[in-house]
């Protein structure tokens, strides 16, 4: 049989839906991101006619906002895999589907909803097994990529107080003031989510390039400059720890006064990691970690 090429520039959802249905065997699926909502009932279909289904996407929070039926679909069969890489400059940008191992579909099309709204394009190529296997090569690739790294990340030590049994995480704690050139200094502090304990890991760590990306970070205008700036921050933190531990997360300190005039102090999360989530909450209250650099700029 001869290979069969088809371009599209809309209803990419639908030839997607198309494509798959024809499925016999097999379907892998690379894509950055997916709305597991839309496409749930068509996994579902795949998973109930036997079709092994297995998946790779990013691990973002656009992704991990549909957990429950990403769980689900692990539940019925379905192989999925949410990858960060650690390396931030590695993104998984992948949109191709291998469908038993002679039809593709690749493009720069997301599976999701905010794909729609952009000017995408989406190739479905019939009877290509050599390069149906040159897209298979590169997916077996990447479920292998990095697991040490990924359970690096993962990994959280139980505080050793008495009956407390919380977690504790290393944060990168910044004081509040900056260095005339910039800079911010800080320690960085190991910290229990339950009881007051804490402790200094490193002290003195100074970082020109931080400041400026949590700022663009936090102001991200949307997932895909969100996902490119927590690689690049993960990037600058990975020196600071050893392969077997992370930096959790990145604090700063912030001084002022509340609604009633008094002295507060506190210090707020600017960064986490992906796998800590709520288990570190957003703002330390009452609490600075002792983090004082007197920079004597204050921006
Ligand atoms: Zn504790």
Redesign the pocket.
């Known amino acids: 049989m001869s290979v069969k090429v088809k371009v599209h520039f809309e209803n990419h959802s639908q030839i997607i839906h198309e494509i798959l249905t024809e499925a016999k065997t097999e379907v892998c699926i690379a894509v950055a991101w997916i709305n597991f909502k839309v496409y749930l009932g068509l996994f579902e279909k795949l998973i109930s006619s036997n079709i092994k289904l297995r998946i790779i996407c990013s691990d973002c929070n656009a992704n991990r906002s549909h957990q429950i039926q990403i769980d689900w679909l692990i539940g019925k069969g379905a192989k999925i895999k949410l990858l960060k890489m650690p390396n931030g400059r590695n993104h998984m940008h992948h949109k191709f589907a291998v469908v038993d191992d002679d039809t593709l579909i690749n493009g720069s099309f997301n599976w999701s909803p905010n794909a729609t709204k952009s000017f995408e394009n989406l190739t479905v190529i019939k009877n290509c097994p050599n390069e149906a296997r040159k897209f298979k090569e590169e997916f077996e690739r990447l479920l292998k990529v990095k697991t040490a790294s990924i359970k690096a990340l993962q990994k959280v030590n139980k ?1 050793k ?1 008495k009956g ?3 977690e ?1 995480f290393n944060i990168l704690v910044f004081s509040e003031k900056y260095s005339k050139y910039y800079e911010l200094t800080g320690d960085l502090v190991r910290v ?6 804490y402790s200094r890991v490193k002290e003195d760590i100074v970082n020109n390039q931080l400041p400026i990306l949590l700022q663009s970070y936090n102001g991200a205008a949307d997932e895909y400059e969100e996902d490119v700036l927590y690689g690049l921050i993960a990037d600058q933190l990975s020196g600071y720890m050893n392969k077997k531990e992370t930096v959790h997360a990145i604090g700063r300190v912030a001084t002022g006064l509340d609604g009633f005039d008094n002295d507060y102090i506190q210090t707020n999360i600017l960064w986490k990691n992906v796998f800590v989530g709520t288990r570190l909450p957003d703002c330390f209250e009452d609490k600075s970690f002792d983090v004082f650099y007197d920079n004597s700029y204050t921006l």
């Open positions: 505080c107080q407390c049994g919380g504790l229990c989510n339950s009881c007051e304990e």
